[in-house]
Structures are given as C-alpha cells and as structure tokens.
C-alpha cells in the first residue's frame, strides 16, 4: 500500500535548497551560467558560485593545468552546502588518460577526480556532493564513436565517473545516457554541437531539479 505523504513533508522537500548555497564545478558549459539560474530559480538556492573554466578538462598538466577542475575544486568556499561536479568532456577532447581507480595521480582522470573529492569532503564533509556526467557531443569529428589518443571514447569516462559515484556513495545525474541529447538532437539542443543553447540548458535543468530535489 502507498504511504501517505503529509503537506509538510511534501513542503520540506520542495523547500530543502531554500537559502542554501551551492558551488558548481566544470568546463564552458558550467561557465556559461546557463543552468545554473533556472534550477536556483526553482529550488530557492541564497547563491551560487561559479566556478567553470573554460576548455579545462578535470585532470591536471598540460597547457590547460591552470584550469584544471582538480586545482579549482581545492579551492572552493568549504561552507557551501551544495556542490556539483559537471566535467570529462574536455578529458576526451584533450586524450588525458583514465588511469586506475584507487591512486592519487592527478595527471590520470581517476586520480585527479577522487584527489578532488578527498579534499572537498575532507574540508566540508557535510555538503552534498554529486557528480554530472558530460553530454554526448559531436563537434569537429569527436563524437561518442571518436577514440581519442589515450585509447579512451567519450563514454569511458562516463563509465569511470559512474565508478567513482559508486566507490564513494556519491549521486551521479547521468547526463550521457539519460538527457536525450544524441546526434538526432544535438542541433536542437547546442549551438555547435557541444555548447548547450537555451533549450539544452533548460534540459539540462530540467533533469537536475528532481535530482538535487532527491538528494
């Protein structure tokens, strides 16, 4: 039989992000600051802080090193009450490596990805942390076909972000398999095929409400 759902508590969780605060680590596409207002629009968060670097991949070294999500994520607010982690498209794009789960290497997509989270949930062990995996894209011949140089498409760090969420009790909002962006759609939703439009924002919203909502 289905329980009975009070007012109150429907009120609590629609009301549970009301005056929180929220960090959002990633690329161009957290940088742009387009998804970020329609879902603070809704859940009510106080602020948002944005911290997206543009065309930086997570891992550390080469020329993007000074953007690198695992850099930046150190040095995040260590009083915020939400933080999302929306990055890997650029791991592809620039053949950095996966690695193995369980080391510390930052100049692996693993060991960059699970050294950052070390040190936020070291630092602020009460936020809510979830991880947000890159879209599909098909621009400039990279597409969820492509196999980079390292030997790796796009949907094995997908596949290494679902493991890392596993490994650490984390929520992943799985945008690769379940935003219903693809090849059909990519026009529809980006303005190159990668770079979400308003209508791929507002999708990209649409999907993380309910999921912070759940968290």
Not at 33 to 52: H, R, T
Not at 91 to 110: A, E, H, Q, S, V
Request: net charge negative; aromatic share 10%; with cysteine.
């Amino acid at each position: 039989m289905m329980k009975n759902v009070s007012v109150g508590s429907v009120h609590e969780m629609q009301s549970k992000w009301v005056g929180k605060t929220w960090g959002t680590l990633g690329d161009s596409i957290t940088e742009a600051g387009g998804y970020q207002p329609l879902i603070q629009s809704a859940l009510g968060f106080s602020s948002v802080i944005n911290y997206g670097k543009s065309g930086c991949p997570m891992t550390a070294g080469g020329d993007r090193d000074y953007g690198a999500t695992t850099h930046v994520g150190k040095t995040i607010d260590a009083s915020l009450d939400c933080v999302t982690i929306f990055a890997g498209v650029n791991d592809f794009r620039l053949d950095k490596p996966i690695g193995d789960i369980g080391t510390n290497d930052i100049y692996t997509f693993y060991g960059a990805y699970t050294t950052l989270i070390e040190d936020i949930l070291a630092k602020n062990p009460r936020c809510r942390l979830s991880l947000w995996t890159p879209l599909q894209r098909d621009k400039d011949g990279y597409d969820i076909f492509y196999i980079n140089a390292a030997g790796h498409r796009l949907s094995d760090y997908v596949e290494a972000i679902k493991h890392i969420g596993h490994l650490y009790a984390l929520p992943v909002l799985n945008l690769y398999e379940q935003s219903g962006l693809n090849k059909l759609t990519l026009p529809s939703f980006t303005s190159d095929g990668l770079h979400p439009n308003e209508a791929g924002h507002q999708r990209i919203a649409d999907m993380a409400i309910p999921f912070l909502l759940s968290l």
